[in-house]
C-alpha cells in the first residue's frame, strides 16, 4: 500500500486567499506529459487523439475536449508541447500518443509541476512585482503562454481569462513561490 | 535590464537568456588531421572584434532554444536576431 499523496502546496491550503488582491487556489495532481514533435502531419494526429489542435503559434495553449475530458496542450517550444489533463491520466493520455506512429517523444512529467490559479482584479499588478513579461491584455490576450521568470523561478504562465491566470511552477519551488506571492500581495490590501 | 528578442518567444529580459560563444565556429572536416596548433585553434581561440560580433544565446528561462545573434560589442546592441541554420543576415552597425 502507497501512501496518499500530498501536493507540494498542501501546507498553504489554508492560507492562498490573498484577499482583496487576488485568490490563489492550487490545481495539484494535474497529469502533466511532455511531447516532443515537430512533424507537422504527426502533430495533427496526436491533436486529433486527444481532442485538440496543438498550438501551433509559439507562446499560445489551445483547449480541447476528447476522451480524455478536457485538455490543455501548452507551447514550449517549436517542438515541445504540454499536455495538461485532468489527474490520474498520464498513463492512459501516454498510451493514446504512443498508439500514434510518429518520431519524438512522450514523457509524463505530471510530479514536475504543481498548478496555481490566480483570480482577481489585482492579478496583473502583484505578477508585475515578479514577472517582466508584458501582461497587458494588448499584448497577452486570454490565450498566451509564457515560460518565463516570476520572483527568479521558472514558470509556466497562461492567461485563461480577463484576470485569471494559471502558473505551473516546480514542485520543489512551489512553497516559495506562495510566500512571494502572499508578501507581493500585501501592498493591495492583503493580510498576511 | 536589457531585452533580447528571442526568435521564437520575442523581447524578454537579459537574465533568461545563456550566452553561447562565437557563432559559426566549424567543427573540422577531419579533425585526426589536424595539428595540435590547429586543434588548439579551433577549440580556444576566438574573434575579439570592436564591432558587430555573431554570438549564440539561449533563451533557459523560456522556449531553451539556441539562437544566434549579431551583437555591436561597441554599444552592447543587438543587431539582429536569427534561428539556428539560417545565415547571418546583413547589418550596419
Known amino acids: ?15 492562498l486567499t490573498f484577499a482583496p488582491a487576488l485568490i490563489a487556489s492550487e490545481r495539484p495532481f494535474l497529469s502533466q506529459l511532455t511531447v516532443r514533435v515537430s512533424d507537422p502531419d504527426a502533430v495533427a494526429a496526436l491533436g486529433s487523439a486527444l481532442g485538440v489542435v496543438f498550438p501551433s503559434v509559439p507562446c499560445t495553449f489551445t483547449t480541447g475536449s476528447g476522451p480524455f475530458g478536457a485538455v490543455e496542450v501548452l507551447w514550449l517550444g517549436p517542438d515541445e508541447f504540454l499536455v495538461v489533463a485532468a489527474p490520474d491520466l498520464q498513463l492512459p493520455i501516454e498510451d493514446a500518443l504512443r ?21 482577481g482584479s489585482h492579478v496583473r499588478d ?44 516546480r514542485s520543489s519551488f512551489a512553497q516559495y513561490l506562495a510566500a512571494w506571492l502572499s508578501d507581493a500581495c500585501v501592498e493591495y490590501g492583503a493580510v498576511p | 535590464m536589457q531585452l533580447i528578442p528571442c526568435p521564437w518567444c520575442g523581447p ?18 577531419d579533425p585526426s588531421a589536424l595539428s595540435d596548433e590547429e586543434w588548439a585553434q579551433y577549440v580556444f581561440f576566438r574573434d575579439n572584434p570592436s564591432g558587430p560580433f555573431a554570438e549564440r544565446w539561449s533563451h533557459n528561462a523560456g522556449c531553451r532554444r539556441w539562437f544566434n545573434a549579431v551583437r555591436d560589442t561597441r554599444s552592447h546592441d543587438l543587431l539582429a536576431v536569427y534561428r539556428v541554420g539560417e545565415p547571418m543576415p546583413e547589418v550596419t552597425a
Open chain 1, 1 to 15: 500500500m502507497t501512501a496518499d499523496p500530498t501536493s507540494p502546496l498542501a501546507a498553504w491550503t489554508d492560507r
Open chain 1, 99 to 119: 498508439a500514434v506512429p510518429f518520431k519524438g517523444s512522450v514523457v509524463d512529467t505530471s510530479a514536475q509541476r504543481t498548478t496555481l490559479v490566480l483570480e
Open chain 1, 126 to 169: 502583484v505578477l508585475a512585482h515578479g514577472c517582466s513579461v508584458d501582461l497587458h491584455p494588448s499584448s497577452a490576450p486570454v490565450g498566451t503562454c509564457v515560460q518565463t521568470l516570476l520572483a527568479r523561478t521558472g514558470i509556466i504562465l497562461q492567461v485563461t481569462g480577463p484576470d485569471r491566470f494559471t502558473i505551473l511552477v
Open chain 2, 12 to 29: 524578454r529580459e537579459e537574465a533568461e537568456f545563456h550566452y553561447g560563444g562565437q557563432a559559426h565556429v566549424a567543427y573540422p572536416d
